[in-house]
């Protein structure tokens, strides 16, 4: 079992930035591609970027390259996602989860997911 537990979402004006972490418990943490998903209200959780256990394959959607970073720190357990330049679609819940295996961008390959943190973009 991994749990998973999120935390820096807030408010924040557009063009702003947040600072998403994730500490995860429980087995290897190193064992796992971690993601992050978001679900915008009406709308189905999509994927939003992942990262590989050593931290060397990163995979980002379309709709967040070159704005958003994906990182990880295995001595301390957690996976972190850097967003800038926020834009008001940005506005969601930020769900991070843990994959053992299985396409990167698929929400059936996540085994453990967290409780996420709602993101909300607007002046």
């Known amino acids: 079992q991994v749990q998973l537990v999120e935390s820096g979402g807030g408010l924040v004006q557009p063009g702003g930035s947040l600072r998403l972490s994730c500490a995860a418990s429980g087995r290897t943490f190193s064992d796992y591609r971690m993601g992050w998903f978001r679900q915008a209200p009406g709308k189905e959780r999509e994927f939003v970027a992942s990262?590989?256990?050593?931290?060397?394959?990163?995979n980002y959607a379309d709709s967040v390259k070159g704005r958003f970073t994906v990182s990880r720190d295995n001595a301390k357990n957690t996976v972190y996602l850097q967003m800038n330049s926020l834009k008001p679609e940005d506005t969601a819940v930020y769900y991070c989860?843990?994959?053992?295996?299985?396409?990167?961008?698929?929400?059936?390959?996540?085994?453990?997911w967290g409780q996420g943190t709602q993101v909300t973009v607007s002046s």
């Open positions: 989860a843990a994959s053992y295996r299985g396409r990167y961008n698929y929400e059936s390959s996540y085994n453990y």
């Open positions: 990262i590989s256990w050593s931290g060397g394959v990163l």
